[in-house]
């Protein structure tokens, strides 16, 4: 059985000050209602839980019918950690994802599943990295980093429930992503090919870019 947890615990400040960044609307529905939509086509996911804003827990679950809803925590890895503690017994693998990747196409969900379905421990869905990219330190370049081996992380990231717990029971400080946690345990982390239409909303550009394409 696999489970899709989705994170949409964060507050998004920098998009959308009061408003919680995962119930920004996009063309009549908001960040978590596009991701609940995307994640009910894919046939191999079972069980949704939604890690919601603490104040927005009820409204979420009256609003979304087969969802379990509980409330997040005050950084990513947390409210991750919430999701856990939610999942049914029978669940073997789980997806992270993230409400700001709205458009993530079911295809990349899918990529994930085979992986995990095929034996991995952990997949994660990148991008090769398009920019050059430079080491700085007090604004002086220290390094340009060779970008044929770097990829941009994207989410969904899939585990085995029962890797991504222990991981989660290491030191999570500073963790921007829950395969960092994993790796640090040794386990090796697949990639699968990502999707441009999973990048993530955090300005206010990004979400001009969500909304020009579905609101046309
Ligand atoms: N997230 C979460 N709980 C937190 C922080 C983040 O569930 N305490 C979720 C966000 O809702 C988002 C995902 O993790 O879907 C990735 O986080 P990010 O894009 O950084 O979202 P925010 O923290 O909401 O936004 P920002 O950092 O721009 O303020
Ligand atoms: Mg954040």
Redesign the pocket.
């Known amino acids: 059985m696999t489970a899709l947890i ?10 959308a000050a009061g408003v ?3 119930l920004v609307e996009v063309a009549g529905d908001s ?1 978590i209602g596009h991701c609940i939509a995307a994640a009910r086509q894919v046939d191999r996911i079972h069980e949704l839980v939604v ?3 603490a104040a927005e827990v009820d409204r979420i679950a009256a609003d979304v019918q087969g969802v379990t809803v509980v409330a ?5 890895d ?3 950690r919430a999701g856990l503690l939610a999942l049914p017994e029978a669940v073997e693998m789980v997806l992270i ?5 709205p458009f993530t196409p079911v295809e990349v969900y899918d990529r994930v599943i085979t992986a995990l379905d095929t034996g991995a421990d952990a997949v994660i869905p990148a991008l090769p990295v398009a920019d050059t990219i430079k080491r700085v330190a007090d604004g002086i370049v220290v390094a340009t980093v060779d970008r044929c081996d770097l990829v941009a992380v994207q ?1 969904p990231q899939g585990f085995r429930v029962a890797t991504l717990r222990c991981a989660h029971e290491q030191q999570t400080d500073a963790v921007t992503d829950d395969a960092m946690l994993v790796e640090t345990m040794g386990v090796p982390v697949h990639v699968v090919a990502g999707s441009h239409d999973a990048f ?4 206010a550009f990004d979400l001009a870019v969500a909304r020009a394409m579905r609101e046309v």
């Open positions: 989705l994170v949409a615990a964060g507050s998004g400040q920098r998009l919680p960044k995962a960040l890690v919601a804003p997040g925590g005050a950084t990513r947390a409210s991750v994802h993230d409400a700001a990747r989410t993530k909303i955090t300005t």
